[in-house]
């Protein structure tokens, strides 16, 4: 009974530890290189485009695909995204609002933008 007191009135220490969070600073070279997109300078003229996007994104995190990690979805879950109508229809909602703001996904320019931010985001983070 005496060992029980003991411990309750002994002092606990929580123990706590977090990965750290990378700064917007780290994540700054590639925030001013999106800036000089094509893509940005439409975009800034249409809001409504980014909030389908932004929707669009919420979106699939609800549904599980997790794109900050890298990975590609599996073919399973791209199978039960494209069964989905809500998903759909969001993505039916992005395609016209970047048509609207002169968005065309299949312009060589703007792939090449992409993949040049990709491989600075790459650089950014093996280092």
């Known amino acids: 009974m005496l060992g029980l007191l003991r411990n309750i009135s ?10 750290p969070r990378r700064t917007v600073q780290d994540k700054q070279p590639l925030i001013d290189a999106f800036r000089q997109t094509t893509l940005f300078q439409k ?6 485009a980014v909030y389908a996007l932004e929707d669009f994104a919420k979106l699939m ?16 879950q791209m199978l039960k995204l494209a069964s989905n109508s809500e998903f759909r229809e969001s993505a039916k909602r ?4 970047l048509q609207k703001a ?3 996904m299949q312009s060589k320019e703007l792939m090449q933008e992409m993949m040049e931010l990709m ?9």
Do not use: I
């Open 61 to 76: 995190q609800a549904k599980g695909l997790d794109f900050s990690s890298g990975k590609p979805p599996s073919p399973l």
């Open 43 to 48: 975009l800034a003229g249409h809001p409504e």
């Open 10 to 19: 002994r002092p606990r220490r929580a123990f706590h530890w977090a990965v």
């Open 119 to 127: 491989k600075l985001k790459q650089s950014d983070r093996s280092t």
């Open 102 to 104: 002169g968005v065309d």
């Open 94 to 97: 992005v395609g016209e609002e």
